[in-house]
């Protein structure tokens, strides 16, 4: 290992590897892809959100220039269900295939899919379609009840118990703390939306189907899609090449990608399918509306003694989406007593999804919240609150931490702030005529690896192939694999070539849960490991080889040329001379890594941490509120490129702004429409909202994960983001909010 | 999208002429004129606006600001707001109108979009723009669901029982504050139409927001000569720092004379149904100290009329605050 050498690429800030691609256009996004022949649909949604459809007249849209199809449930011809599957494989949030029955559970549902020759002469049949319905009252109602759920409910990773974490007795030792904290919580529905929208092109040849699909997991949407057409899964190919990101919104597929199949099948054609703006507000996920009761009890000094964390989440009918809002809470901080439980309210509305940070980021708003308002009633720092009750361990299941630092980004970040100027009078801090307000709160989020697998080789003109089914969704892992593939090689970045996104590649994880990362490096390795064996076998058997007469434990790699270790790899040859005279093109290697995240009996409780401290300005003279500043610390594991580690983080500061201020999406109370369904009225954070973010990662390694010790910094940046936010609104104006976002009408009082 | 004939007429004539065929001139148009299309192109992707015949006024040479014969400004219906904000002129003298384009949309929108089409800039409520909700600006007497619905950036002045949409525009706010004249040229000739006088008022009417009738080309506007010592500001408030339309805003011209008001203008926007100047705000203003004390009374007339609706109250509120800072920042630039 080589990872503390001047010339390790591992810890470097390293610029995207496919960043000139994108710069220049060269970088293909699913809807740049266009094959001969290739035919457009545009689907056409329900406009109730609850009801029958009783009829569709297509005849109008059928007769217009260039439409080839109105497809409908008579027509679309047969289309599977995808059912459940442990684990992370063959995952789809709505399992109800397209066009199944009449039913409409939501608005926006597609009821039709018109096809023609462009875009524009199918968008203007599907326009056409006309529906009759009958309607029902619809419930998009916001307060939430919990319905009536057995004990266990079945979710979309599987059986998930209501009340998911206990210990103690948490009512009894609520009723008897001296100091008491009893209040609710609640975040907003909120809608992903990447820039780049969703968008499938489905080709068929015989029983192949490949798909170029927007995903941030081929592999598992080949295991979907294969089963909604009755394939083996080798007949089935998904392309992912590049993403405008995905937010969680496009982990598993949705009922756009059938579809496009669907059509492709019944007219022997290529049919490409961009899901619209709007579209993306009903049909594709969206975070769940949140409502979370806290109770915490503590003593006058302020140890805690009781915390009891029950929420409600919103969920479509279709779906099983668990927003688990109690992920984090039962391990955090510690208290002798807990419990964490849920319960589901479902609504007429698409399907609920992951989101970034799913569970953890609206249910750390709630509990960061409470720990700060908890400081407010003891006339505590929230930041001694917080060092008082730092568990030794993992108190849910007794293991201890693999690499905890939670306490060291409390005192970083206090430091970086300058938190000990802070005043804890309401509005008693000023500058430049505004009036400040400070806050801060805590973060936390998984960390493990999935399965994954990859391909390396090691070719004769002396650049490396690494290989892997996993997706660069714009975060950084091209630039990941090849750090990785030059850090076993010692290849430069710039004769790496890196490909992802392709199902026929070896598989790989999904980018999710923060975990892609974490989950390729040991695949990586050992790949390379192979491929450099297989490479040293070669240089002691290959007539002329230098190394002939040498065992292969005799050689070594390093900086691209292979040398005798007793001899030092000054003497070394380059492997490229070596394959050339071995008339070999390439050596290559294969590696795999077992799935660590979620299993069973771990030895460790992992989790990364992290804080953020923020001001905020107030001018209440015009009721303007400002992020001025963010100090963020995070203790993440190794950090393999800084660069885009602290990219990942600022930009999930910028989307906490937005979750504390700005987003909701907003339902019609009578028809049950996503009525904002648009960028201009669901407002997310521009860049004049974006203050200087200052982003410190306390890099220790965490080796219980793999052997750079890397976890992953995609989420964590957003978790407790929105708790700290409203705690300085709370500072600056005197206002505690407490159903997000802040809205300008919370603080005119 | 609605398959429409594009027409690019080199003659104001012409184009007026087969503008004149539209059976109206208000929604439901079927001849539109097109300057920047940054409203007209939205709206007809939404369906909301499907004319038969769109005739591009590009080439009428309508995109030139000049000097007019009593000291004002003469500004081509074709001028880039971009181009208006930027002249020296207006950044000399007629401030506010520069401050309220600069504060609107964003820079490549602003590069687009033209001073006659920002005039008839159409309303952003989400039931308008979306063709399943019903609408009573977009199809008469179907009904309003913004009045029980999500109207949170809905009008709180000049609303009716039938539309409680509000006016979007940033530049018109400005141009009500300057008492700007519309200038028109119709089939039947020409004429001019005081700002005030242009935009009407909802009522049981909302599908028709303008005095226009078909073949009338807004040729271009003209500012009255600059109000000597007149100071001025445009102030918007909103949500996020940046790109969004206002929750309130307001467009001031004040003269102080040994400390006392002299000369008052005042619009509001974001919050009305049309571009609303606030005479009331003015008498509240004319010949009184220029003092914290009288911008209150002020914005308190201006809004004495308000009307909230289900999610919109605070807006009453907000916009008491952004006219009474308005005023002061303005009092002491």
């Known amino acids: 290992m080589t990872e503390t050498s001047t010339t390790s690429p591992i810890g470097r800030d390293t610029p995207r590897v496919d960043g000139p691609r994108k710069v220049t256009g060269l970088a293909q996004y699913t809807s740049d892809f266009l094959f001969p022949g290739m035919l457009y649909g545009v689907p056409v949604e329900a406009t109730i959100a609850n009801g029958k459809l009783l009829a569709l007249d297509t005849v109008a849209a059928e007769k217009m220039p260039g439409v080839r199809a109105v497809f409908h449930r008579a027509n679309i011809g047969r289309i599977f269900r995808s059912t459940p599957a442990p684990g992370f494989d063959r995952v789809c949030e709505e399992r109800r295939p397209p066009f199944e029955d009449d039913v409409i559970q939501y608005y926006g549902q597609y009821i039709a899919l018109a096809v023609a020759d462009t875009f524009e002469a199918a968008k203007a049949a599907a326009d056409a379609v006309r529906a009759t319905y009958a309607k029902e009252k619809s419930n998009v109602e916001a307060r939430l009840e919990a319905g009536h759920d057995p004990d266990v409910v079945f979710t979309t990773y599987g059986p998930v118990p209501r009340e998911q974490s206990k210990r103690g007795d948490p009512e009894g030792a609520f009723a008897s703390a001296p100091v008491k904290l009893d209040e609710t919580y609640v975040t907003p529905a909120e809608t992903h939306n990447p820039l780049e929208l969703h968008a499938t092109t489905a080709i068929w040849d015989g029983t192949m189907l490949t798909l170029y699909d927007s995903t941030q997991g081929v592999v598992n949407a080949r295991s979907v899609l294969a089963q909604m057409f009755g394939l083996p899964k080798e007949n089935v190919r998904v392309i992912s090449k590049f993403l405008g990101s995905g937010f969680g919104g496009k982990l598993y597929p949705w009922t756009h990608v059938p579809l496009a199949a669907a059509a492709a099948r019944q007219l022997g054609k290529p049919v490409k399918l961009v899901v619209s703006r709007k579209m993306m507000f009903q049909s594709v996920g969206h975070r769940a509306r949140t409502q979370q009761r806290m109770r915490l009890g503590a003593t006058r000094e302020g140890k805690l003694v009781s915390l009891m964390h029950d929420y409600v989440y919103h969920m479509s009918m279709l779906g099983d989406y668990h927003e688990d809002c109690g992920e984090a809470t039962p391990f955090h901080y510690s208290v002798p007593n807990l419990r964490a439980s849920f319960g589901r309210a479902r609504r007429n509305i698409g399907a609920t999804a992951d989101m970034r940070g799913p569970g953890a980021v609206p249910g750390l708003y709630a509990t960061e919240s409470a720990m700060n308002e908890l400081a407010d009633n003891l006339k505590m720092d929230p930041v001694q609150l917080r060092l008082l009750n730092e568990p030794r361990l993992d108190e849910s299941n007794g293991l201890l931490f693999s690499s905890r630092h939670y306490v060291e980004c409390l005192n970083v970040g206090a430091e970086k702030f300058g938190w000990a100027k802070r005043n804890p009078a309401i509005g008693s801090m000023k500058r430049d005529g505004l009036t400040l307000g400070w806050g801060m709160a805590g973060a936390a989020w998984i960390a493990g690896r999935f399965e994954a697998a990859a391909n390396v080789q090691l070719r004769d003109d002396g650049t490396v192939r690494v290989a892997c089914a996993t997706q660069d969704i714009g975060t950084g892992t091209y630039t990941i694999l090849a750090q990785l593939a030059s850090e076993k090689t010692g290849v430069p970045l710039d004769n790496i070539e890196v490909e992802l996104g392709d199902s026929a590649l070896p598989d790989g994880p999904i980018s999710g849960g923060s975990l892609a990362t974490s989950s390729v490096i040991p695949a990586v390795f050992k790949a390379a490991d192979q491929a450099i064996a297989s490479l040293l076998i070669i240089a002691v058997t290959t007539p002329g080889s230098p190394f002939l007469g040498h065992k292969p434990d005799d050689l070594a790699l390093e900086g691209g040329r292979i040398f005798v270790k007793a001899e030092g790899p000054g003497k070394g040859v380059p492997f490229g001379d070596l394959l050339r005279r071995a008339n070999a093109r390439l050596v290559t290697g294969s590696g795999s890594a077992e799935m660590t995240a979620f299993a069973p009996n771990p030895k460790f409780s992992k989790h990364s941490f992290g804080c953020h401290f923020v001001e905020v300005t107030w001018q209440a003279e015009i009721a303007r509120l400002r992020v001025s500043r963010v100090v963020t610390v995070m203790d993440a594991g190794r950090i393999l490129n800084p660069l885009t580690g602290r990219n990942q983080i600022q930009g999930a500061v910028v989307m906490g702004i937005g979750m504390a201020l700005f987003e909701e999406t907003i339902y019609d109370p009578q028809n049950g429409a996503p009525i904002n369904s648009n960028l201009a009225d669901y407002m997310v954070t521009v860049n004049a909202d974006a203050p200087p973010i200052d982003v410190t990662f306390l890099d220790y390694p965490d080796k219980e994960i793999n052997e750079l010790g890397a976890r992953g910094i995609g989420e964590i940046g957003l978790a407790g983001i929105a708790a700290a936010i409203t705690d300085a609104v709370h500072h600056a104006t005197g206002v505690r909010v407490r159903e997000l976002p802040v809205r300008i009408e919370n603080l005119l009082v | ?333």
């Open chain 2, 1 to 333: 999208m609605h398959i429409f004939e594009f027409i690019r007429p080199t003659d104001p004539a012409a184009a007026i002429a087969a503008a004149a065929q539209s059976k109206t001139a208000q929604q439901g148009a079927d001849v539109r004129f097109m300057g920047g299309g940054t409203t007209l192109i939205d709206l007809m992707k939404l369906n909301v606006e499907t004319p038969d015949r769109v005739l591009d006024i590009n080439r009428l040479s309508l995109d030139k600001i000049e000097d007019t014969a009593d000291g004002g400004l003469k500004i081509g219906a074709t001028v880039r707001n971009s181009d208006l904000a930027n002249h020296p002129k207006v950044q000399k003298d007629y401030l506010v109108l520069s401050q309220a384009i600069l504060n609107g949309a964003s820079a490549q929108i602003r590069n687009m979009a033209t001073v006659g089409g920002n005039l008839l800039q159409r309303t952003r409520c989400v039931y308008f723009r979306d063709t399943a909700m019903s609408c009573n600006k977009r199809e008469p007497g179907s009904g309003c669901p913004a009045i029980t619905g999500h109207n949170r950036t809905l009008a709180i002045l000049g609303t009716s029982e039938h539309c409680i949409a509000t006016n979007p525009s940033d530049m018109c706010v400005a141009m009500a504050a300057l008492e700007a004249t519309i200038h028109v040229q119709g089939s039947k000739g020409s004429r001019v139409v005081s700002f005030g006088d242009f935009h009407l008022l909802p009522g049981n009417t909302p599908h028709r927001e303008t005095v226009l009738e078909p073949g009338d080309l807004i040729t271009h506007v003209t500012l009255p000569p600059p109000v000597v010592g007149s100071k001025q500001l445009y102030l918007k408030l909103r949500d996020r720092a940046s790109y969004e339309f206002a929750l309130a805003s307001a467009a001031v011209m004040l003269t102080i004379a040994s400390g006392r008001i002299t000369h008052a203008r005042v619009a509001l926007g974001g919050v009305g149904t049309k571009p609303w100047r606030s005479p009331e705000a003015e008498t509240a203003l004319a010949g009184k100290p220029a003092n914290d004390a009288t911008f209150r009374q002020a914005a308190e007339a201006a809004l004495r009329n308000a009307k909230a609706q289900s999610e919109n109250k605070f807006k009453i509120e907000l916009a008491r605050r952004c006219l009474t800072y308005a005023l002061k920042m303005a009092s002491m630039s």
